[in-house]
């Protein structure tokens, strides 16, 4: 077993935050839901919509016969809501192809829609405690640093990075599905991306990042601009949808965001996507 594991494993049995989807009553369904949600979103946000989520539709079935106005107002501000369309069309197909149970079988996860590796393998790990190698932001940043000594892994996923990550993950199952967890718990609450606690990581003897005096990115990663973005008009829009019970007129609309081009273009860009619907009187969430 990689010299990694052990230690970090240890360090997570006294330090894990006790989330919903990890509690013994969690569901595979539940894990899929999860990992939809936390995608570029802190946990903070995701736990309590996750919580009424899951009260509200607790299985497959039961999102794919929800209306999705109804979907699209729970979501609320998790992010782009399109992933909301996604997971209530996989519930679907859950429903079609697989009588209401997600499948725990790699390629049939990934055959679904909205459906990656890394949400397969989250799915497979967490859920089932099988070995499946799950790198999301956290686990790759703990690798880079502890073996590479750089400071981030780089913006996109390598074959070498996945090849070396595969190494360290242990062969036998619920070894590698602790592992999994545990890494992924390091990077959030120690190996962090601004300011990582070094002096309370279980590995940080070990961490070539450290021993190299924590150099800095050689390639600063660049932050998303919000304000007077396109992104933050489509946001004022559904939130006006989502607020309403019936057609937003234009005036509703120019309120939210009053550039009148921006406001056009981002409209577009929701129905397009499936997110707004052109209605008598103005437009509205799908129906």
């Known amino acids: 077993m990689h010299p990694l594991v052990e230690p970090v494993v240890a360090w997570y049995a006294g330090h894990a935050r006790a989330l919903p989807w990890r509690a013994p009553d969690r569901t595979p369904w539940g894990v899929l839901v999860s990992e939809a949600m936390l995608q570029q979103t802190p946990v903070a946000r995701v736990e309590p919509v996750w919580r009424e989520w899951m009260a509200r539709w607790p299985t497959p079935a039961d999102l794919a016969a929800a209306p999705t106005a109804d979907v699209l107002r729970a979501w609320g501000t998790l992010g782009y809501p399109r992933r909301a369309l996604r997971l209530a069309e996989c519930a679907r197909a859950v429903v079609e192809r697989h009588g209401g149970r997600l499948p725990d079988d790699e390629a049939a996860l990934l055959a679904l829609p909205g459906v990656g590796p890394y949400t397969a393998a989250a799915v497979l790990a967490f859920a089932h405690g099988r070995r499946a190698v799950v790198l999301d932001t ?150």
């Open 138 to 287: 956290n686990v790759r940043r703990v690798l880079a640093r502890v073996l590479d000594g750089v400071a981030l892994p780089p913006a996109h996923l390598t074959r070498a990075e996945a090849a070396r990550a595969d190494a360290v993950w242990p062969d036998d199952d619920a070894a590698a599905a602790a592992w999994s967890v545990a890494a992924m718990e390091l990077g959030a609450l120690v190996c962090t991306a601004r300011a990582p606690a070094c002096a309370r990581c279980p590995v940080a003897a070990s961490c070539a990042w450290r021993r190299a005096g924590s150099p800095p990115p050689t390639t600063p990663r660049r932050t998303q601009a919000w304000t007077g973005t396109d992104r933050q008009a489509r946001g004022r829009i559904m939130a006006t949808l989502r607020a309403a019970h019936g057609p937003v007129d234009d005036d509703a609309l120019a309120a939210a965001w009053p550039d009148a081009e921006q406001r056009a273009r981002a409209l577009a860009g929701l129905v397009a996507d499936g997110l707004v619907a052109r209605v008598p009187g103005g437009h509205a969430l799908p129906g």
